[in-house]
């Protein structure tokens, strides 16, 4: 090996040695940053308890035990409520929220938790998408909504039911519907200030016939707007735009 290949190897050497001491330093000096949404401890266990309203507009609501398998494959300070709201006329949503703890792999992309369930995603019509919310004040939640459709039997007959799907990522003073943008996010607030952010995954679903997708969505609005405000503490910016008083002439 010559001088040239020595020196390119030494240099690679020395950044993986040095990547990883800065690696091992966030991980021993990090700090873990406050949730975005109301939680209480737990006393004796390192997961927290996540509040969700009982009631919200016109629904009543049941809490949905954790699976064993669910929270089995999750790290073990990762926190989970699962919720089903259902109307008078029986219309239902799920609220899902999954809270990181020290392990950010306690959350992973929002597609797998349906393609797992056995529905299909309908990439041509997942959007991003914004619910207008009005408390603390007048802004815009930025969600993700996916379409997707799944068969089964129904009283002997083969249906096709469609599932709308929303979601949003929430942490301290920080809202957003993508991913990676919440990656982006934790990696610099953790470079930047030694604190990593504990971002919670909030997801809600309904199922609906081909064709009611849009009014059902309409549905989700609403009760998003209502139910939010009284378990995520995060709240985007105030869309209220504000005229400054024109200064009076001397």
Same mark, same amino acid.
């Given at each position: ?9 030494? $240099?690679?050497? *020395? !950044?993986?040695?040095? =990547?990883?001491? &800065?690696?091992? +330093? ?6 873990? %940053? ?35 398998? $669910?929270?089995? *494959? !999750?790290?073990?300070? =990762?926190?989970? &409520?699962?919720? +089903? ?6 219309? %239902? ?158």
């Amino acid at each position: 090996m010559d001088r040239r290949k020595w020196l390119v190897l030494l $240099v690679a050497l *020395g !950044l993986m040695t040095v =990547t990883a001491g &800065v690696l091992l +330093r966030f991980k021993t000096h990090q700090r873990l %940053g406050q949730p975005g949404i109301k939680t209480t401890p737990i006393p004796g266990s390192p997961r927290l308890d996540i509040y969700l309203p009982e009631l919200t507009l016109d629904y009543t609501s049941k809490s949905v035990p954790d699976a064993d398998n $669910v929270l089995g *494959g !999750l790290p073990k300070d =990762t926190s989970l &409520v699962q919720r +089903r709201y259902v109307a008078p006329d029986g219309f %239902g949503i799920s609220i899902n929220v999954v809270l990181m703890g020290t392990d950010r792999t306690s959350i992973h992309k929002p597609q797998f938790c349906l393609v797992g369930a056995g529905w299909t995603i309908d990439e041509t019509q997942s959007k991003r998408s914004v619910v207008p919310m009005h408390r603390p004040h007048d802004y815009d939640l930025p969600v993700m909504k996916l379409l997707a459709s799944k068969e089964g039997v129904f009283q002997e007959q083969r249906i096709k039911a469609r599932g709308v799907y929303v979601y949003w990522f929430v942490a301290d003073n920080q809202v957003t519907e993508t991913h990676s943008d919440r990656m982006w996010r934790m990696a610099k607030n953790l470079i930047s200030t030694g604190e990593l952010q504990r971002w919670a995954y909030v997801s809600c679903f309904a199922v609906c016939r081909p064709g009611d997708e849009d009014a059902t969505y309409e549905r989700m609005k609403k009760f998003i707007a209502s139910s939010v405000p009284q378990f995520q503490r995060a709240a985007g910016p105030n869309t209220t735009v504000q005229t400054p008083p024109e200064r009076a002439s001397r």
